[in-house]
């Protein structure tokens, strides 16, 4: 099956600090969507994007699908921002199953 | 406009118990998938079912797992004879539709997930 890596694992931040979050995929997908999970354990969609860039605030996310890799920028990081994101992808067969990456463990401190 | 829903949010089971877990998707969704996270871990997939119909079920353990989606009602995850190797946080998710193609209606949304502990 498809392998999805995450770096780094971990992070630590100052507050205000910006940084960038990696996930390579090992085949062509159909499907990326990065996740954070936040403390209490809820999953909060961030962001759909198999291909091209998008923004959110202040997240924002690129695939270049070719490469098989995407970014996620956070700027201005916030402690509210701490938690883990998760890439996920789901690949060019007949459905939607996706698979996670192990996440990057992010920690903002004041 | 409710999102996933699953309940129990937390739920307690002695070893050898029967665990049921209920998802009920988006409004207008008909794709359900149930994922484990195990403790530090990522989400591994389970199941994916639409209606009445499971889709693919590569990763259930082959005993005391099951899965179904009637056609009225929730989906429900089934775990008989709970070990302690069972304790996770389950994670259900819909999408509008699944399979092939590519574009937000394969977008899956998760629901606030179920935190097993087998004692």
């Known amino acids: 099956g498809i392998q999805v890596e995450q770096s780094p694992p971990d992070l630590i931040l100052q507050e205000g600090a910006n940084s960038t979050l990696r996930c390579n995929f090992s085949?062509?997908?159909?499907?990326l969507q990065w996740f954070h999970q936040n403390p209490w354990g809820q999953l909060i969609n961030l962001f759909y994007i198999p291909s091209g860039t998008k923004q959110n605030g202040r997240l924002s996310a690129t695939t270049v699908a070719t490469e098989r890799y995407s970014l996620l920028y956070i700027s201005s990081s916030q402690t509210t921002d701490s938690g883990v994101y998760f890439c996920a992808v789901g690949d060019s067969g007949g459905y939607q199953k996706v698979t996670f990456g192990t996440g990057t463990k992010l920690q903002v401190i004041p | 406009n409710a999102g996933v829903m699953q309940n129990p949010r937390h739920l307690v089971r002695r070893r050898g118990q029967e665990a049921r877990l209920r998802c009920s998707p988006m409004?207008?969704?008909?794709?359900v998938y149930w994922y484990r996270q195990l403790p530090e871990e990522g989400l591994k997939f389970m199941v994916y079912l639409q209606k009445e119909n499971i889709i693919d079920e590569s990763g259930m353990p082959k005993e005391r797992f099951s899965a179904e989606f009637p056609k009225e009602g929730p989906s429900i995850l089934r775990i008989q004879q709970v070990v302690r190797g069972d304790s996770a946080a389950y994670f259900c998710?819909?999408?509008?539709?699944?399979?092939?193609?590519?574009?937000?209606?394969?977008?899956?949304?998760f629901g606030p997930g179920t935190r097993l502990t087998v004692t």
């Open positions: 998710a819909s999408s509008p539709r699944g399979g092939g193609g590519g574009s937000s209606p394969y977008e899956q949304y």
């Open positions: 085949d062509s997908v159909n499907n």
């Open positions: 409004k207008g969704h008909s794709h």
